[in-house]
Structures are given as C-alpha cells and as structure tokens.
C-alpha cells in the first residue's frame, strides 16, 4: 500500500537530541513513515565553517532549501526563526511553511508576530489557537501533541525502575507541593532539580534520555502527570495537554493527570484517565488506582487502546500535513 504523503519533500526545522528535543526525531519519523523524503536543519547546530564565515540563519536556512528543495517546511518553535526571514525565504520559492507549538505558548505576543510571517500555524492548546486569533493570526488551528508506540510502549521494569507512583519531570515549587502529598505510597521521582527540593530523598535519577524515561514510567503502578502550571493560572495558557499525558497512555501505565481544558478531547475521565484539580483529590485519585487492581488495569489498557488509534506522531503529522498540502491523509 503506497503511503498517503509518498514523495512528497519536508523539510523539518527542529533541534534534535535524545532528552528535551527527542519529540522532534519522533516528528521525523513519522513524516518518514507517511511517504515523505524528509531532510533535516537543526537550527541549534551550526558547524566549524558558518562560525569562521559567520553566515547567519536565514543565509544557511537559504542554502539548505536551495540543496534539498522541499515543497514544505514545518519549523517547530518560533523563537529560532526570524519573521523576517521567513518572509524573505516563502517569497524566494513556491513552498508551504508551517510552524508548530507547544502548548504553554511562552511569550505569545512574540510568537504571535512571528507566526503571521507563516502559511499555516498548529498550536497544542485551544487557547492558543483563540489568543493567536485575537491577534491577528487567523491561519491557525489545533493540533495536540502525541506518541511513538515503538517508543512509547509497555516494558518489564525492574531495579531502580520498580515503584508504586512515579513522576518524571523537572521540579518546581507547585509540583513539589502536590507530590509531597503522595510519599506514603511509595513515591519515585525523576528529573533535575529534585535534590535540591525537600522532596530529594525521593529522587532516583535525572534521567538523561528517552529509554530511561520510558522505562521510569513503565515500571510504575501508577503514573503521575502535572503540568508546569496550573490551569487556573492567570498567566499562563492552561487548557493545552502536554506531551507525557499521550505518552503515558502509549506506555500502558494508569495515569493521575491535572484537569485541563482540552483534555477531554482526548481522554475519557474515570475510563481512561483520572484527573485532581486540588491536592485532596490527587491523594484519592492514587489510592483509588493503587487499591482497585481491576480498575486500574482496565485504565491502562483503555487509554493504551485511545492513543493508538488516535494520539499517534503519525497520526499528527498526517493531519498537518492534510492541511498545508490539501491531500487527503
């Protein structure tokens, strides 16, 4: 069977490497298992012979379209690319650009005018998508965060691996606050900045990589998910769902994650997930999961079934890809 997209050239603007940008080497191969000759320009690497000649981004962003000559470009994140280079290099070829967001859209006055300078605009959060509105950017549309099942997927873990909750993530005073309710149970944290809370004595790693922590959570009896922020916060884009909650459901792991608006969407409350709001309910939403062995399985498998029918990179990427070029996935 030919794949939907077979042919057609990308061109993928993203940092890759094997922690905080491993998302975008998932992109990769998804748009690579669509059909597309994807070529890639890592804007956060620039070689020995940029730096003596010190050419600038849009002249080495210039050189790679001149090479590879894509029919798109999707760029992930906006603070890599100057609008005005993304103006002037649209009007230099007869290419689609996308840009892609995450779902906490820092500084989105910025983003904002950066995303006018692109054809089409996918932002993780609904929010965003009504922000960007506001301002002008009438080009863009949801599009959430996913999984890679042949990452993202069940796994026998043992050692270190082996807890009752974990979570995995960076540390911050909200996330310190909510988890120090959960030691009792049998906490294992990951992620930096942990020793340093009064929380260190749960911490069992950095986790310097993808396998690491997939394996942390896959050795769990039940997953922990909280966002950075909370949704109530007056500052912040609360309704977008981050990366973990999708991943999670691909590992096969019960899941507690903090309410969000655009969860729903995605995930079916009390069938596939378990949501809190406050730290009363997240105590009570993991005893329930540790002690309903039955439940908590049925859980599992329900959200694992969700996110591969639906919550897929591929199936992502199908969908941008849907947009820009006008082809059918």
Known sequence: MTPPFAGLRVLLVAPLDGHANAHNALRRRALERLGCAVQHYDPDRVGWLERMVRRDQEARL??????HRPEVVIAVGWERLEARAVEALRQAGRRKWALVLGYDLKEAEAAAEVAMAYDQVF???????????????????YLAPGCDPSVHKPLRARGIFRANVVFAGSANPRREELLAALVEYGLALWGPGWRRTSLRDYCRGELPGTEDYVRAYAGATVAVNIHRTASADPARDGSGVNRRTFE?????????????????RHFEDGSEVLTFSTPEQLKGQVRRALQEDKYRERLAENSRQRALRQHTYMHRMAELLAQVTGRAP
């Open 62 to 67: 210039r050189g790679v379209l001149e090479q």
């Open 248 to 264: 999670l459901a691909a590992i096969g792991t019960a899941q507690v994650v903090d309410s969000r608006g655009d969860l729903a």
């Open 123 to 141: 932002v993780a959060s609904s929010a965003g998508v009504e922000y960007l509105d506001r301002h002008g950017v009438k080009h863009a549309s």
